[in-house]
Structure formats: structure tokens, C-alpha cells
């Protein structure tokens, strides 16, 4: 009887761990910088189409002219609004129209996106990325 339990208790630790485990990889692989070049950093200057203030991440969609004055969108990613908010933004920092300056690390594929290092607001602001990722030098 005392062995059956045993056995029976262990089962169930050995589920309830491998469960964890399960839930928590999807979790680590969110978190993956692995889709940014973090080698390379791009600046783009352009106007912002939209500003999506989201969990699990906010993000800064925005048009650039190139040298010809194509236009190209680009979606850069951002940490979410609880982490941006201890660096300074609040949800309406950025709105349809705005002028700003993006620096940030490209997309690996070579799409149009990235993670963004900092930003230049209209009024001359800078914010990073949360806490510890603050204006680049």
C-alpha cells in the first residue's frame, strides 16, 4: 500500500515537472532576440503610421522615404509598456503623423523591422528601450 503511494506520488511530480517544463519553453523561446541582428545597427527618419501601446510588446510602426523617396514601412518592436514606462514613455509619446528617429538593430532576414535601441521624439527626447537600454552613445 505504502509502495502503491509512493509510486503514485512520484507519477505525479514526474507530470507536474514535465508540465513546467512544457509551459515554460514556450515562454523562453518568446523572449529570443535570435530574429535581430544585434551586430548591426540601422537609424532610420521617417513618420509614424502607428504606435501600438501592447503586451507583450509595443510597437513603432513607421514610413521611410529612401533616397529616391520610395517609401518603406517598417515595424520595429519594442519591450512591453510596464518595462517602456520606467524609461519615460506613456502611451501617447508617439502619434500617427509624428516625425521621429529610430535607431535600432535590423531583422536577420533582411525584412523591413528590428529592435529598437532608442528613440528621437519630436520634441527632441530621446528614450531607449526600458530600463538599461537608454540612449545609445
Known amino acids: 500500500m505504502i509502495l502503491r503511494s509512493m509510486r503514485t506520488l512520484a507519477g505525479v511530480a514526474v507530470a507536474l515537472i514535465a508540465g513546467l517544463v512544457a509551459v515554460g519553453r514556450p ?17 532610420l527618419n521617417g513618420t509614424v503610421t502607428e504606435f501600438e501601446w501592447t503586451n507583450p510588446h509595443s510597437y513603432i510602426e513607421i514610413d521611410v522615404p529612401d533616397e529616391k523617396g520610395a517609401v518603406k514601412h517598417w515595424s520595429i518592436e ?60
Open 27 to 43: 515562454a523562453v523561446a518568446h523572449h529570443s532576440f535570435a530574429m535581430f541582428d544585434m551586430s548591426k545597427r540601422v537609424t
Open 78 to 137: 519594442m519591450g512591453s509598456p510596464s518595462i517602456l514606462q520606467q524609461s519615460g514613455w506613456k502611451f501617447n509619446s508617439l502619434k500617427h503623423g509624428d516625425k521621429a528617429t529610430l535607431t535600432m538593430n535590423p531583422l536577420k532576414n533582411g525584412q523591413a523591422g528590428g529592435f529598437l535601441l532608442q528613440v528621437t521624439l519630436p520634441d527632441g527626447r530621446v528614450l531607449g528601450n526600458g530600463p538599461g537600454r537608454g540612449p545609445q552613445q
